[in-house]
């Protein structure tokens, strides 16, 4: 006992000493455990097969996007929309006001063209007239492009060679032959400069417009040989042709809607 009460502090000092030691020495075996098993744990999450990745549900997304960054046409004459294209409503058998929609064979959209007929100018050459030293050349001259019947029928111009005035339609560029029984005329058109050759005994023709015949379906009705600034009847509504070419006219609705209809 008096061993123990001399060295008390050593001894207490040397079991705290192995205790730092064993413990000391668990923790160099438990790192190199942990060590171990981290090592084996990635190898196994690096050799092992990945999953695919499930795409996130993007759709709503998509949808609002598209409303955004896309364009709308904006249609302000179909059938359908009504801003600029008003229609008449009326009172149903129910006493309730409803909307009259029209079919879609009425109106400009129920025209068909059916035939287009050139409007031609026509000149041909009739006689010589004045006298020898300042003779002037008779042309029959018949315009069927005119919107009046009265100027459409045949007129005789006088025309001397290098004349011209504003109401004349050509000019007489040259006259080839004797000048008493010429057989060629080389001409010149006013409004265009454009230069042609009238022999004796044939015609100039050229197409200056077309005039349309018209079927309206929904009424049975046809309209022979309109022509521009003419007016039709299309169930009950009166339009007016603006327009007609070759394969097409275009006619304006009373609200001044224009419709191109094809042949």
Aim: aromatic letters at 8%.
């Amino acid at each position: 006992m008096e061993f123990i009460k001399k060295h008390y502090e050593k001894l207490v000092l040397g079991v705290v000493l192995l205790a730092v030691a064993g413990l000391a020495i668990f923790l160099v075996f438990a790192v190199s455990q942990v060590r171990s098993d981290l090592e084996s744990a990635l190898q196994q999450f690096a050799g092992a097969k990945q999953k695919p990745l499930v795409p996130e549900n993007l759709e709503t997304n998509q949808t609002s996007l598209k409303r955004v960054t896309g364009r709308t046409a904006t249609v302000l004459a179909a059938p359908d929309h009504y801003t600029f294209n008003p229609i008449t409503w009326a009172r149903a058998a129910g006493g309730r006001l409803e909307p009259t929609r029209p079919r879609p064979d009425t109106g400009a959209a129920g025209l068909t063209y059916v035939a287009a007929h050139d409007l031609l100018l026509e000149i041909a050459f009739e006689q010589v007239a004045g006298t020898p030293e300042a003779p002037r050349y008779q042309f029959s001259v018949r315009r069927d492009y005119e919107k009046t019947a009265n100027a459409r029928r045949a007129m005789v111009e006088s025309v001397a060679v290098g004349s011209e005035n504003k109401d004349q339609l050509f000019r007489l560029v040259e006259v080839q032959g004797p000048k008493d029984a010429p057989t060629n005329f080389v001409c010149e058109l006013i409004s265009t400069r454009e230069t042609f050759n009238l022999s004796k005994g044939k015609t100039f023709r050229r197409t200056q417009g077309y005039a349309a015949d018209l079927r309206y379906e929904a009424d049975r009705r046809d309209f022979p040989q309109k022509r521009v600034g003419d007016s039709i009847t299309l169930s009950g509504a009166v339009y007016k042709i603006v327009a007609i070419e070759k394969d097409e006219l275009v006619v304006s609705a009373p609200n001044s809607v224009r419709t191109t209809v094809a042949r």
